[in-house]
């Protein structure tokens, strides 16, 4: 950490030697992120919000669905909402490397905050447009990629760097619990209560989350750096940087071909309703859908088994060889609860991949690339599933669903081995 930073920032301590886990212990989810404030409230803040914005991502498909009837316009808002996060998130990525990123936090969360006032408003007195919705949409996934790439960058300011990787075990699996638990409270809620008031909960959620980065020590640029607006130049100098790093490249080329070749949600509804059809083909699409955010949750849970590595770069291989393995597992699968479990695995090995990828962003960029390699870390998070739904919705209607996941399985193990073996940066790459 540069020590030109603002004095009145909240330092984390130096790293502590702590006893060896024993029994249980060494398996179970390495807490010791929390023990530094400044990361706790901002954790914290993260679990209620990781439900909260799920609300939110039910209620905008189900109220456009309601109010059309046709699943092509929920399509078409999906995709209205990833252009603006996907340029806003490089944008956001530059500004939160030239301003305090506390500061940049609180605007931006005040802004998804409005924008959940607005969608209850619009929800609550009847207005039924969807070109409102999708506009409201486009404006809460521009705030939300501001947001995200100064919030994880600013994780390497509050946690010292040999717990770098169980802060992101933390924070990972408190969004993959948030998309679990909030569509089924989404679902439980809204014979009850009603759809509006799901925005409504939202907004209140992230008052907490305003509140909670208000309480964050400042976290502004090193003082040494040279002042410069966040344009089109600071934006091209961090994909120079990735260029000539390789070990960021790979990360991020390592989530592309995970997702992008072996991500297969798309292909969920068709093989519900054929394949899976004998068991129920409601039971059968959310228990698809719900094995791998429960898998990526397992995980995290039991991630004292893996948090604590040092070769990170070999465990962002093997996780996502492990992937691809439990993809082509699923495909060959003719039994439901077969399939679920692979595709747990498949969840417990993108949450590895995940937290490992995270770590190599925060370790090996300078905190003066940090903002700029969250927001390309958000445009690849955002962007490779959606690619992937379309590159197996056409190859499951050209050769069929379970012939388009194992062939996809299969070339994540082959594509992620070919680089491994052919660019040695990424297997060497240890903290």
Not at 37 to 57: E, F, H, K, M, N
Not at 156 to 182: F, I
Not at 308 to 336: E, K, N
Request: glycine share 10%; aromatic share 8%; charged share 15%.
């Amino acid at each position: 950490m540069d020590t030109s930073e603002s004095s009145t920032e909240e330092q984390p301590t130096a790293p502590t030697q702590e006893p060896a886990r024993r029994g249980w212990r060494r398996f179970a989810m390495d807490t010791r992120p929390l023990r530094r404030p400044a990361y706790r409230r901002l954790w914290t803040s993260t679990i209620v919000t990781a439900v909260g914005s799920q609300l939110t991502a039910v209620a905008v498909p189900k109220q456009i669905y309601d109010i059309t009837g046709s699943s092509a316009w929920v399509g078409y808002a999906s995709l209205a909402g990833l252009l603006p996060l996907m340029v806003f998130a490089l944008w956001g990525g530059a500004i939160a490397d030239s301003v305090d990123r506390r500061k940049l936090l609180l605007v931006t969360n005040t802004g998804i905050a409005v924008t959940s006032l607005l969608f209850w408003t619009q929800a609550v007195t009847g207005q039924e447009s969807v070109a409102v919705l999708m506009v409201l949409l486009a404006t809460q996934q521009a705030f939300w990629g501001l947001n995200a790439p100064a919030r994880n960058a600013s994780i390497a300011r509050l946690v010292p760097a040999d717990e770098l990787t169980a802060a992101n075990a933390l924070g990972s699996t408190v969004m993959q619990t948030g998309q679990v638990v909030g569509p089924l409270l989404a679902g439980a809620l809204i014979p009850v209560i009603g759809l509006p008031e799901l925005y409504l909960i939202d907004a209140l959620a992230l008052c907490v989350t305003v509140w909670a980065v208000y309480r964050l020590p400042a976290l502004p640029p090193p003082a040494s750096r040279t002042k410069r607006r966040a344009g089109v130049r600071e934006i091209a100098a961090g994909f120079r940087y990735i260029s000539l790093h390789k070990v960021l490249l790979l990360s991020f080329l390592a989530d592309i071909i995970a997702m992008v070749l072996g991500m297969p949600r798309a292909l969920f509804p068709q093989l519900a309703s054929e394949t899976y059809a004998p068991y129920g083909e409601g039971l059968a699409l959310g228990l698809l859908f719900a094995a791998i955010p429960i898998g990526a949750v397992l995980g995290g849970l039991l991630s004292g088994t893996f948090s604590r590595a040092r070769r990170h770069g070999w465990m962002v291989i093997g996780a996502v060889v492990a992937w691809g393995a439990a993809i082509t597992g699923f495909g060959l699968s003719d039994s439901l609860w077969l399939a679920v479990a692979f595709l747990a695995l498949a969840g417990v090995a993108d949450m590895v991949s995940m937290v490992f990828r995270g770590a190599i962003l925060l370790s090996a960029a300078t905190d003066e690339m940090r903002g700029r390699m969250q927001g390309v870390f958000t445009v690849v998070v955002a962007g490779g599933p959606r690619l992937a739904d379309v590159l197996h919705g056409t190859a499951g209607s050209a050769f069929g669903p379970r012939a388009a996941v194992v062939g996809g399985g299969l070339l994540v193990v082959a594509v992620m081995l070919g680089l491994a073996a052919a660019v040695p940066a990424l297997r060497r790459y240890r903290v």
